[in-house]
């Protein structure tokens, strides 16, 4: 059997949640290979919202296993509220849910680190979510860190202390003010009731489950242009993002991946600092925030808007050898009488579709061409001329092709392609 993946191509938000619920219904196990409570996935369920932020968003569908593996940094507290959240709902997740005991944890001085870090950094910023993501990825590859698995053993409140006296010193280089005693009284009791849920052997669990013939569909968060290696460094996350990821994540082998299936909105956001060549600080990008709802599902800030970006998408595309692409929020184009789609990147006196090595530093002026909008797309497999011409235009672009368009929030706002 092979492991499917759905990850985002852009700066995150692209709607995995939302098509990774979808989907779900079509595997077995759902499982979530990196990243922590950065990410926000939204799901609509009978005109419900919710957001999960740990939790893979396969995680409302009967009979399936969600898994956290145990390349995701875990926050006790984010965790534990998830939970009772989705128990007072009547989700069984206790039945649900499984955790590898390799997945890093979130300690509350790492948030305050996150926080003192992006303070020291001024106008820098990289515009962190303050969940501790950074500190707690350095500390894993620093061989520092507490793990998932080490909360039932005895040792576990000598390991605290020990990486907790590092971070105070840290602390004090920071000059930083805070209070950890609330946060860490809060994280004990909530490491208590992770006590009692699922805890797995990475290699085993997931290599037992293929061999077993279990259909297992990998959810990423955040975005390729967020990857560490490959993004907008400095202004990244602090994890792998891109398919390569599922393996260490996961711990499987490559040649168990199967389809790539990479996300993208019909335009771009991006929240947080760093480039973003097609951006629109104007009313134009006004109007996509407003009709598209673009605020964080994690911090609430408001998303940066532009439109797509093709070079980038296609740099993704290479990465991640997407096999199938998903266009999102296709209906918020509705609004729009033309939109642009950024074809080249202008820098270094030429027009070209490649990414600079350091976009930070380029000045880079985005080659547009429009393109006529659609009216409504609400009706179910109604595809207006117009979005196709425009689906026509990504798949050559991208020599890949587009397998659905999804045309709102809910679970089943979905247009699948059938094969041209
Ligand atoms: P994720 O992090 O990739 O899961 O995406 P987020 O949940 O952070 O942001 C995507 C937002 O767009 C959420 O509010 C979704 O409910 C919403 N959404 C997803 N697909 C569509 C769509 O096709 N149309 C509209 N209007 N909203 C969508
Ligand atoms: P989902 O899974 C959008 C951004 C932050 C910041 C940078 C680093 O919902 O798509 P971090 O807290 O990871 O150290 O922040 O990355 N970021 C996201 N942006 N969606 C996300 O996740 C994100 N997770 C992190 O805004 O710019
Ligand atoms: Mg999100």
């Known amino acids: ?36 409570p950065n990410a926000g996935h939204t799901l609509y369920i009978d005109g419900v919202k919710h957001v999960l932020h740990t939790i893979p968003s396969g995680i409302f ?19 534990v509220k998830e939970i009772e959240n989705l128990e007072k709902q009547g989700v069984p997740v206790q039945e649900r849910l499984v955790i590898s005991k390799r997945a890093n944890l979130i300690l509350p001085s790492h948030k305050m680190l996150d926080a003192a870090s992006e303070n020291a950094k001024g106008a820098s910023k990289i515009g962190s979510t303050l969940k501790g993501i950074g500190p707690t990825y350095m500390d894993k590859t ?50 208590e009731k992770l006590k009692t849920l699922k805890q797995v052997e990475s290699v085993y669990f997931i290599n037992e489950a293929l061999k077993k013939g279990k259909k297992i569909l990998a959810e990423g968060a955040q975005g390729s242009m967020l990857d560490i290696d490959f993004g907008t460094y400095p202004f990244v996350t602090s994890s792998n993002t891109i398919s390569a990821a599922v393996c260490t994540g996961l711990g499987i082998s490559p040649k168990h991946i199967g389809e790539v299936i990479g996300i993208t909105k019909a335009y771009c956001t991006r929240v947080g600092s760093g480039p973003f060549p097609s951006e629109l600080e104007d009313e134009v990008g006004e109007k996509l925030r407003q009709v598209g709802g673009e605020f964080g599902a994690t911090t609430g800030r408001p998303r940066r808007c532009g439109w797509i970006d093709l070079p980038a998408l296609n740099y993704a595309c290479l990465i991640n050898g997407v096999t199938k692409l998903i266009i999102t929020k296709a209906d918020i184009l509705n609004s729009f009488e033309e939109f642009g789609v950024c074809t080249h990147y202008a820098y270094d006196n030429k027009e070209t579709k490649d990414l600079p090595y350091d976009m930070v530093n380029r000045k880079i002026k985005p080659t547009t061409i429009y393109f006529k909008s659609w009216g409504n797309i609400d009706a179910q497999q109604a595809m207006p ?12 672009y991208l020599n890949t092709k587009v397998a659905m368009v999804s045309n709102g929030p809910g679970r089943e706002q979905l247009i699948e392609l059938a094969d041209k």
Do not use: C, S
């Open 142 to 191: 620093g061989r520092n860190g507490l793990r998932f698995g080490d909360i039932i053993e005895e040792d576990f409140i000598v390991k605290y202390e020990l990486l907790k006296a590092k971070h105070l010193q840290l602390l004090q280089m920071y000059n930083f003010d805070f209070d950890l005693n609330e946060m860490e009284k809060e994280w004990f009791e909530a490491v």
């Open 1 to 36: 059997m092979l492991v499917d993946v759905i990850l985002g191509l852009q700066w995150g938000d692209e709607g995995k949640g939302k098509i990774v619920d979808y989907l779900a219904d079509k595997y077995d196990i759902i499982a979530r290979f990196q990243g922590g």
């Open 385 to 396: 001329a117009e979005l196709l011409a425009y689906v026509d235009y990504l798949e050559k």
């Open 61 to 79: 569908r009967k009979g399936k296993i969600n898994y956290i593996g145990n390349g995701v940094v875990i926050d006790p507290i984010t965790l």
